[in-house]
């Protein structure tokens, strides 16, 4: 009996042996950690009305190294319209403002063919709803501002899923460029371009608030976009009677609704900390492109290699490459070719020429196939 009990205690305390040596092989598996990647980018033409062009958009797709003019059309045996003006990607859609349709495309990102078309006077009639212009996103809903008149400025949001029409904001003189950054959306009111009314109309999300901000840095607000948590809009300046361009730049906006000029430009793209502009103003002749950096408050200035004219700039917020949309010259007038494909050229994020890539007439936006995945 005793030699029974003696040998099943040694067999317990193996057991016990052995699952705690199990215990300390069986750890949990790795967990896949998200990686953001960007894949491409789309560029949006707004074609060329004089010549009667149509709007078009062209994706470059970094992994094969190939541009596509013409995507939309080639995808969905249709023209995007006249007058293409803005490109936003959420979530696995992108959409797509044409001006001149009133309309916004929704499309499957990757295989670029249609989900639906939001006719914006319909949902929004025939005054309200005329001429989207730009996008932005929040919490699952698609923000879109319409140019309308000096009376009857307005951004509409949308549910993502149905495309129901979710709420109206008010807004100023001919709404142009939206922005929301710290639950509040941000419109740029540009007046036409008047300087009697321009405005920055300010509505606080959560809370419903709204406000309105002007002042001598406020004179022809146009495009918006958020940096580090930050409103900031490219204001293209004042002209005199003939037609020389001053005081363009980006602005800053605080949270406490202050406005401070932050560098020059008379367009503007970033890479999520960094805003590069090329200031090319109007009558002029001169042309630099120049590099703010929003965590130091230093500007910096580069020269691109190869670029014949200015239409854009951006900068893939994941690899930090810069791009800059060009056109090309017109061989019969020796002037910028705008009814004539123009091109892209990549730099990385240092300024070194990586790849020129075809793109379609009139390039006006540029956004970023980005996404997340887990490894």
Same mark, same amino acid.
């Given at each position: ?157 949308? /549910? ?5 029409? *979710?709420?109206?904001? #008010?807004? $100023? %003189?001919?709404?142009?460029? &939206?922005?929301?950054? =710290? ?72 949270? /406490? ?5 932050? *560098?020059?430009?008379? #367009?503007? $793209? %970033?890479?999520?900390?960094? &805003?590069?502009?090329? =200031? ?96």
């Amino acid at each position: 009996m005793k030699k029974y009990l003696l040998n099943f205690a040694v067999l317990m305390m193996a057991t016990a042996l052995f699952t705690a040596c199990g215990d300390d092989d069986d750890d949990p598996a790795p967990q896949p950690k998200p990686v953001n990647v960007s894949e491409g980018m789309f560029v949006v033409g707004s074609g060329n009305s004089k010549s009667n062009i149509d709007g078009n958009l062209t994706y470059i797709d970094y992994a094969n190294g190939t541009s596509t003019t013409n995507a939309f059309q080639k995808a969905n045996g249709m023209s995007l319209g006249k007058t293409a003006n803005f490109a936003l990607v959420y979530g696995q859609k992108l959409y797509i403002a044409v001006d001149g349709e009133n309309t916004i495309w929704v499309c499957d990102k990757n295989t670029l063919r249609s989900i639906r078309r939001i006719n914006t006077t319909q949902l929004l009639g025939d005054i309200n709803g005329i001429s989207p212009r730009s996008l932005a996103s929040y919490e699952g809903q698609l923000f879109f501002a319409c140019y309308s008149d000096k009376a009857h400025g307005t951004v509409a949001a949308v /549910d993502t899923v149905n495309f129901n029409l *979710v709420k109206t904001y #008010a807004a $100023g %003189s001919y709404s142009d460029g &939206i922005a929301i950054a =710290n639950d509040k959306l941000y419109v740029a009111n540009s007046d036409y371009g008047n300087g009697i009314n321009p405005s920055i109309t300010v509505h606080d999300l959560k809370t419903g608030a709204a406000s309105e901000l002007k002042g001598a840095d406020v004179t022809n607000p146009m495009q918006m976009m958020t940096v580090g948590g930050n409103a900031y809009f490219l204001d293209y300046g004042t002209y005199d009677a003939s037609w020389n361009q001053t005081g363009a730049g980006v602005r800053q906006i605080s949270a /406490d609704g202050t406005v401070k000029r932050v *560098v020059d430009g008379t #367009a503007m $793209g %970033s890479d999520g900390k960094r &805003i590069f502009t090329v =200031n090319a103003p109007y009558g002029s002749g001169s042309i630099n492109y120049l590099i703010y950096d929003t965590t130091t408050g230093q500007t910096t200035s580069w020269e691109p290699s190869d670029i014949y004219s200015p239409a854009a700039i951006a900068a893939d917020p994941v690899t930090g490459d810069i791009f800059v949309i060009s056109y090309n010259e017109n061989p019969d007038t020796h002037y910028p070719g705008y009814n004539l494909p123009s091109y892209v050229n990549q730099y990385s994020a240092d300024g070194t020429f990586k790849k020129r890539y075809d793109c379609g007439v009139g390039p006006i936006s540029v956004v970023f196939n980005t996404g997340v995945k887990y490894e």
